[in-house]
């Protein structure tokens, strides 16, 4: 996970992404970029936040970009994200999945901004998100950076999920499953990315009817998240229910509108209730 060494390739992704944008003076100069990071806590944590500061320090230094930062979280991370890409930053990182879709849904009314997180599954022509080292295969290596993270800051709900990640990709899915509990015990059970990421290591270590509670509790409290409608049609089809299973995939294809989202909900919470008493 060295974002001093990731950090840099960003910096030039963008610089081929974006478009110049005009200084005050209506002239740039040239090599000259704005990067700003935004993370969940503060970057003297000595953890997760500190290792994205070093990184942003790295542009500064070996590459000559003037760069900000700032902690935001909750309904502070747009107006923050939106306040840089604003006032001509060429690169906003948001330091976590939950910057994903916030920098998606302002990549269109900032094309001359690149949005990128450190995990998160959307994307758009100047947005995106990546994990580390996991797509390399360095997978133990991954582990061995996250636990130190969290050796040092274990109140780090995203470092939890990503040393899941690690684990999954490793087989060690009782481990990654009990890291993944702990990340909710930290973010609070009302995110539906870690109902669903916990289902999914069920379905892995075949507990259908465990891993459909979970994506129950997901659509409970986000009815259109198609993920959640995905891996419930898996764990539907694991315990022979095939029908079901095949609604649950339809729903994949055809998101549930928002006129009938307060029904689905009040029937996936019903749902839970009746697999939790079972």
Partial sequence: MRLRYFLPVLLAAALGCGSSSSSPSGAK???SFKVALVTPGPVS???????????LEALKTDMGAETANQEASGPKVRDAMRQYAQDGYGLVFGHGYEYNEPGVELAKDFPETVFVS?????TAANAGAFRFYLEQGCYQEALAQFEQALALDPHQAESWCSRADALSCLGRYEEALQSIEQAQALAGLSNARLWVQKAVLLIL??????????CNQALWRSPSHTQAWLFRGVALHGLGKFRAAYRSYQRVLHPVAPAVANSVRRLCHDLALDQQAG
């Avoid at 450190?118 to 959307?122: A, D, I, N, P, V």
Wanted: aromatic share 6%.
């Fill in 29 to 31: 100069e040239e090599g």
């Fill in 45 to 55: 944590d000595s953890g997760w936040n500190a290792m994205a500061y070093q990184g």
């Fill in 118 to 122: 450190s995990s998160g599954g959307k």
């Fill in 205 to 214: 270590l075949n507990q259908p009817r465990l891993a459909l509670t979970c």
